[in-house]
T-cell receptor
Framework: ETGVTQSPTHLIKTRGQQVTLRCSSQ?????VSWYQQALGQGPQFIFQ???????GRGNFPPRFSGLQFPNYSSELNVNALELDDSALYLC???????????FGPGTRLTVT | DAKTTQPNSMESNEEEPVHLPCNHS???????IHWYRQLPSQGPEYVIH???SNVNNRMASLAIAEDRKSSTLILHRATLRDAAVYYC????????????????FGRGTQLTVWP
Protein backbone atom coordinates (compact mmCIF):
# COMPACT_ATOMS: atom_id res chain seq x y z
CA GLU A 1 0.00 0.00 0.00
CA THR A 2 1.48 3.34 -1.07
CA GLY A 3 1.69 5.97 1.65
CA VAL A 4 1.06 9.70 1.39
CA THR A 5 3.52 11.37 -0.96
CA GLN A 6 4.29 15.06 -1.41
CA SER A 7 6.15 17.03 -4.03
CA PRO A 8 8.46 18.76 -4.27
CA THR A 9 10.62 17.87 -1.28
CA HIS A 10 12.22 21.29 -1.06
CA LEU A 11 11.42 24.61 -2.68
CA ILE A 12 12.89 28.10 -2.61
CA LYS A 13 10.75 31.06 -3.63
CA THR A 14 11.02 34.82 -3.53
CA ARG A 15 8.71 37.06 -1.54
CA GLY A 16 5.63 37.98 -3.59
CA GLN A 17 5.73 34.86 -5.74
CA GLN A 18 3.14 32.10 -5.85
CA VAL A 19 3.69 28.43 -5.06
CA THR A 20 1.80 25.17 -5.58
CA LEU A 21 2.48 22.13 -3.42
CA ARG A 22 1.13 18.69 -4.26
CA CYS A 23 -0.04 15.71 -2.27
CA SER A 24 -1.09 12.21 -3.27
CA SER A 25 -3.33 10.62 -0.68
CA GLN A 26 -3.06 7.08 0.50
CA UNK A 27 -5.23 4.72 -1.53
CA UNK A 28 -8.87 4.76 -0.39
CA UNK A 29 -8.55 7.97 1.63
CA UNK A 30 -11.12 10.61 0.66
CA UNK A 31 -10.21 13.29 3.19
CA VAL A 32 -7.05 15.38 3.01
CA SER A 33 -5.77 18.01 5.44
CA TRP A 34 -2.94 20.49 5.11
CA TYR A 35 -0.76 21.75 7.96
CA GLN A 36 1.99 24.33 8.26
CA GLN A 37 4.88 23.62 10.63
CA ALA A 38 7.26 26.44 11.47
CA LEU A 39 10.67 25.55 12.85
CA GLY A 40 10.45 24.36 16.46
CA GLN A 41 6.66 24.44 16.50
CA GLY A 42 3.92 21.86 16.17
CA PRO A 43 1.95 21.66 12.91
CA GLN A 44 -0.87 24.19 12.49
CA PHE A 45 -4.08 23.22 10.68
CA ILE A 46 -4.62 25.14 7.41
CA PHE A 47 -7.69 23.45 5.90
CA GLN A 48 -9.27 20.15 5.04
CA UNK A 49 -10.92 18.81 1.88
CA UNK A 50 -13.53 16.09 1.59
CA UNK A 51 -14.95 15.01 -1.77
CA UNK A 52 -13.34 17.98 -3.52
CA UNK A 53 -14.86 20.60 -1.20
CA UNK A 54 -13.27 22.59 1.61
CA UNK A 55 -14.51 21.10 4.85
CA GLY A 56 -13.00 23.31 7.54
CA ARG A 57 -10.34 25.99 7.72
CA GLY A 58 -7.86 27.15 10.32
CA ASN A 59 -6.67 30.68 10.99
CA PHE A 60 -4.98 31.29 7.65
CA PRO A 61 -5.63 34.13 5.17
CA PRO A 62 -7.41 33.61 1.82
CA ARG A 63 -4.12 33.66 -0.06
CA PHE A 64 -3.82 30.06 1.16
CA SER A 65 -6.12 28.02 -1.05
CA GLY A 66 -6.47 24.42 -2.05
CA LEU A 67 -7.94 21.89 -4.41
CA GLN A 68 -8.84 18.23 -4.15
CA PHE A 69 -9.18 16.19 -7.32
CA PRO A 70 -11.48 13.24 -8.12
CA ASN A 71 -8.63 10.84 -7.44
CA TYR A 72 -8.34 12.48 -3.99
CA SER A 73 -4.95 14.02 -4.69
CA SER A 74 -4.64 17.61 -3.53
CA GLU A 75 -2.86 20.91 -4.05
CA LEU A 76 -2.02 23.73 -1.70
CA ASN A 77 -1.59 27.13 -3.34
CA VAL A 78 -0.07 30.13 -1.62
CA ASN A 79 -0.16 33.54 -3.30
CA ALA A 80 1.88 36.65 -2.51
CA LEU A 81 4.44 34.72 -0.49
CA GLU A 82 5.75 36.32 2.69
CA LEU A 83 8.93 35.54 4.60
CA ASP A 84 6.85 34.04 7.43
CA ASP A 85 5.45 31.45 5.02
CA SER A 86 8.79 29.65 5.25
CA ALA A 87 7.88 26.35 6.87
CA LEU A 88 7.37 22.63 6.41
CA TYR A 89 4.02 21.98 4.74
CA LEU A 90 2.44 18.68 5.64
CA CYS A 91 -0.37 16.83 3.94
CA UNK A 92 -2.39 14.20 5.79
CA UNK A 93 -5.05 11.86 4.48
CA UNK A 94 -7.61 9.68 6.18
CA UNK A 95 -10.59 7.58 5.27
CA UNK A 96 -13.85 9.18 6.41
CA UNK A 97 -14.74 8.14 9.91
CA UNK A 98 -11.21 7.13 10.81
CA UNK A 99 -9.47 8.33 13.93
CA UNK A 100 -6.05 8.16 12.31
CA UNK A 101 -4.44 10.63 9.98
CA UNK A 102 -1.60 9.54 7.75
CA PHE A 103 0.98 12.22 7.12
CA GLY A 104 3.33 12.68 4.20
CA PRO A 105 6.98 13.66 4.68
CA GLY A 106 6.25 17.30 3.90
CA THR A 107 7.53 19.99 1.56
CA ARG A 108 10.11 22.39 2.97
CA LEU A 109 9.36 25.88 1.60
CA THR A 110 11.88 28.68 2.00
CA VAL A 111 10.86 32.23 1.11
CA THR A 112 13.69 34.71 0.60
CA ASP B 1 -9.84 24.67 21.51
CA ALA B 2 -8.97 22.60 24.57
CA LYS B 3 -5.29 22.86 25.41
CA THR B 4 -2.77 20.34 26.62
CA THR B 5 0.41 20.82 28.62
CA GLN B 6 3.45 18.62 28.13
CA PRO B 7 7.04 18.81 29.36
CA ASN B 8 9.36 20.27 26.74
CA SER B 9 11.76 17.33 26.90
CA MET B 10 12.38 13.96 28.50
CA GLU B 11 15.18 11.44 28.38
CA SER B 12 15.32 7.68 28.66
CA ASN B 13 17.77 4.85 28.27
CA GLU B 14 17.25 2.20 25.66
CA GLU B 15 15.06 -0.76 26.71
CA GLU B 16 13.67 1.12 29.70
CA PRO B 17 10.00 2.11 30.01
CA VAL B 18 9.07 5.71 29.29
CA HIS B 19 6.09 7.56 30.74
CA LEU B 20 5.18 10.72 28.84
CA PRO B 21 2.70 12.89 30.78
CA CYS B 22 0.04 15.22 29.43
CA ASN B 23 -2.22 17.56 31.36
CA HIS B 24 -5.56 18.60 29.92
CA SER B 25 -7.47 20.11 32.81
CA UNK B 26 -10.09 21.79 30.58
CA UNK B 27 -11.02 18.61 28.72
CA UNK B 28 -14.71 18.24 27.97
CA UNK B 29 -16.70 15.07 28.28
CA UNK B 30 -16.63 14.39 24.55
CA UNK B 31 -12.96 15.13 23.89
CA UNK B 32 -10.84 12.22 22.74
CA ILE B 33 -7.16 12.09 23.68
CA HIS B 34 -4.87 11.41 20.72
CA TRP B 35 -1.13 10.92 20.64
CA TYR B 36 1.05 11.43 17.59
CA ARG B 37 4.80 11.41 17.29
CA GLN B 38 7.13 13.01 14.79
CA LEU B 39 10.46 11.41 14.02
CA PRO B 40 13.25 13.64 12.67
CA SER B 41 12.64 14.75 9.09
CA GLN B 42 9.28 12.97 8.90
CA GLY B 43 5.62 13.85 9.15
CA PRO B 44 3.71 13.05 12.34
CA GLU B 45 2.68 9.45 12.94
CA TYR B 46 -0.42 8.27 14.80
CA VAL B 47 0.38 6.42 18.02
CA ILE B 48 -2.81 5.82 20.00
CA HIS B 49 -6.03 7.41 21.18
CA UNK B 50 -8.66 6.92 23.87
CA UNK B 51 -11.67 8.43 25.60
CA UNK B 52 -11.98 7.11 29.14
CA SER B 53 -10.51 3.64 29.44
CA ASN B 54 -6.86 2.73 29.22
CA VAL B 55 -5.84 1.58 25.74
CA ASN B 56 -3.10 -0.68 24.43
CA ASN B 57 -1.78 -1.26 20.93
CA ARG B 58 1.39 -2.60 19.38
CA MET B 59 3.17 0.72 19.75
CA ALA B 60 2.21 1.94 23.20
CA SER B 61 -0.27 2.11 26.05
CA LEU B 62 -2.40 5.08 27.04
CA ALA B 63 -3.32 5.52 30.68
CA ILE B 64 -6.11 8.02 31.32
CA ALA B 65 -6.75 9.45 34.78
CA GLU B 66 -10.14 8.79 36.31
CA ASP B 67 -11.06 12.51 36.15
CA ARG B 68 -9.62 12.67 32.58
CA LYS B 69 -7.63 15.79 33.42
CA SER B 70 -4.38 14.03 32.60
CA SER B 71 -3.05 11.08 30.64
CA THR B 72 0.21 9.23 30.20
CA LEU B 73 1.65 7.64 27.09
CA ILE B 74 3.67 4.58 28.01
CA LEU B 75 6.40 3.12 25.83
CA HIS B 76 7.15 -0.20 27.46
CA ARG B 77 10.70 -0.61 26.16
CA ALA B 78 12.21 2.44 24.52
CA THR B 79 14.33 1.94 21.43
CA LEU B 80 16.54 4.41 19.61
CA ARG B 81 13.83 4.61 16.95
CA ASP B 82 11.42 6.02 19.55
CA ALA B 83 13.40 9.26 19.76
CA ALA B 84 10.88 11.80 18.49
CA VAL B 85 8.60 14.67 19.43
CA TYR B 86 5.44 13.33 21.06
CA TYR B 87 2.23 15.33 20.78
CA CYS B 88 -0.80 14.97 23.04
CA UNK B 89 -3.89 16.30 21.25
CA UNK B 90 -7.53 16.63 22.20
CA UNK B 91 -10.08 16.03 19.47
CA UNK B 92 -13.68 16.97 20.12
CA UNK B 93 -16.55 14.69 19.21
CA UNK B 94 -17.79 17.51 16.99
CA UNK B 95 -14.56 17.44 15.03
CA UNK B 96 -14.63 13.68 14.75
CA UNK B 97 -18.12 13.72 13.33
CA UNK B 98 -17.87 16.62 10.90
CA UNK B 99 -14.48 18.05 10.13
CA UNK B 100 -12.87 14.70 10.79
CA UNK B 101 -9.33 14.94 11.92
CA UNK B 102 -8.69 18.59 12.60
CA UNK B 103 -5.68 18.17 14.86
CA UNK B 104 -4.47 21.00 17.06
CA PHE B 105 -0.81 20.39 17.87
CA GLY B 106 1.10 22.02 20.71
CA ARG B 107 4.89 21.96 20.91
CA GLY B 108 5.02 18.41 22.25
CA THR B 109 7.69 16.60 24.26
CA GLN B 110 11.07 15.90 22.71
CA LEU B 111 12.06 12.39 23.79
CA THR B 112 15.76 11.53 23.73
CA VAL B 113 16.72 7.86 24.00
CA TRP B 114 20.27 7.01 25.04
CA PRO B 115 21.93 3.74 23.98
Amino acid sequence: ETGVTQSPTHLIKTRGQQVTLRCSSQSGHNTVSWYQQALGQGPQFIFQYYREEENGRGNFPPRFSGLQFPNYSSELNVNALELDDSALYLCASSPRGSDEQYFGPGTRLTVT
Amino acid sequence: DAKTTQPNSMESNEEEPVHLPCNHSTISGTDYIHWYRQLPSQGPEYVIHGLTSNVNNRMASLAIAEDRKSSTLILHRATLRDAAVYYCILMSQRDRGSTLGRLYFGRGTQLTVWP
